[in-house]
């Protein structure tokens, strides 16, 4: 399968008042996902039915300063907040992997114990150079992706409908709406899809 929108990944200061805002700017709602486990971060997800938009915050400040990742969300968090960076999904890493790519097995536990596992790769360059999406390979055993989880809109998400990013655009996502626009490298704009149009955010 070709690599497509996974999810947009948004750094706040503090989750909850995160879900309280984009429920009342952009009515969307989110619910609570959990911590990562030695990154010192932990999540909301805001589903979208094919994708999901990511709010991520540190909650374990030195933990999280260890790592380049949590580094860079509590510098953005600190500034603000806003876009980090995307995720591609696909079904299987290695197809999209040159010979030797580091992989990186994460998980985490829903609100009901549940354990999410996932693998990740090329998330050291999205933090080092703002521009090449990472990408991700779920689990076979998990219970529906997080963009499909029931969430308390006042509207209708149907997922990522287009990118704007600053800088170079990775050459495997060209199938993808990704759009360059002048600025910063990194992730600027996100349009969502609405059953009555486009979100911008």
Same mark, same amino acid.
Not at 26 to 53: C, D, K, M, Q, W
Not at 73 to 102: C, M, N, S, T
């Given at each position: 399968?070709?690599?497509?929108?996974?999810? /947009? /990944?948004?750094?706040?200061?503090?989750?909850?008042?995160?879900?309280?805002?984009?429920?009342?700017?952009?009515?969307?709602?989110?619910?609570?996902?959990?911590?990562?486990?030695?990154?010192?971060?932990?999540?909301?997800?805001? =589903?979208?039915?094919?994708?999901?938009?990511?709010?991520?915050?540190?909650?374990?400040?030195?933990?999280?300063?260890?790592?380049?990742?949590?580094?860079?969300?509590?510098?953005?968090?600190?500034?603000?907040?806003?876009?980090?960076?995307?995720?591609?999904?696909?079904?299987?890493?290695?197809?999209?992997?040159?010979?030797?790519?580091?992989?990186?097995?994460?998980?985490?536990?829903?609100?009901?114990?549940?354990?999410?596992? @996932?693998?990740?790769?090329?998330?050291?360059?999205?933090?080092?150079?703002?521009?090449?999406?990472?990408?991700?390979?779920?689990?076979?055993?998990?219970?529906?992706?997080?963009?499909?989880?029931?969430?308390?809109?006042?509207?209708?998400?149907?997922?990522?409908? @287009?990118?704007?990013?600053?800088?170079?655009?990775? =050459?495997?996502?060209?199938?993808?709406?990704?759009?360059? /626009?002048?600025? =910063?490298?990194?992730?600027?704009?996100?349009?969502?899809?609405?059953?009555?149009?486009?979100? /911008?955010?």
């Amino acid at each position: 399968m070709s690599l497509v929108f996974d999810h /947009v /990944v948004y750094a706040v200061a503090d989750l909850d008042e995160a879900g309280v805002r984009f429920s009342d700017e952009f009515g969307l709602g989110s619910v609570e996902g959990g911590r990562h486990p030695g990154f010192g971060t932990a999540n909301r997800i805001v =589903p979208l039915g094919t994708a999901y938009i990511e709010l991520i915050a540190v909650i374990d400040q030195e933990e999280a300063l260890a790592t380049d990742f949590g580094v860079l969300i509590d510098q953005q968090a600190g500034a603000g907040g806003g876009w980090v960076g995307y995720a591609l999904r696909a079904d299987r890493l290695e197809d999209h992997l040159g010979e030797g790519e580091p992989i990186v097995d994460m998980s985490r536990k829903r609100p009901d114990g549940t354990l999410m596992e @996932w693998r990740l790769s090329r998330l050291a360059e999205m933090v080092s150079e703002k521009r090449w999406p990472f990408l991700i390979e779920w689990g076979d055993d998990i219970d529906g992706l997080p963009g499909a989880t029931p969430a308390a809109h006042a509207t209708s998400p149907t997922g990522i409908r @287009w990118l704007e990013v600053g800088g170079e655009i990775a =050459p495997y996502a060209s199938h993808l709406d990704i759009r360059r /626009v002048a600025g =910063p490298a990194g992730l600027s704009r996100v349009g969502i899809g609405l059953d009555e149009g486009v979100l /911008v955010i």
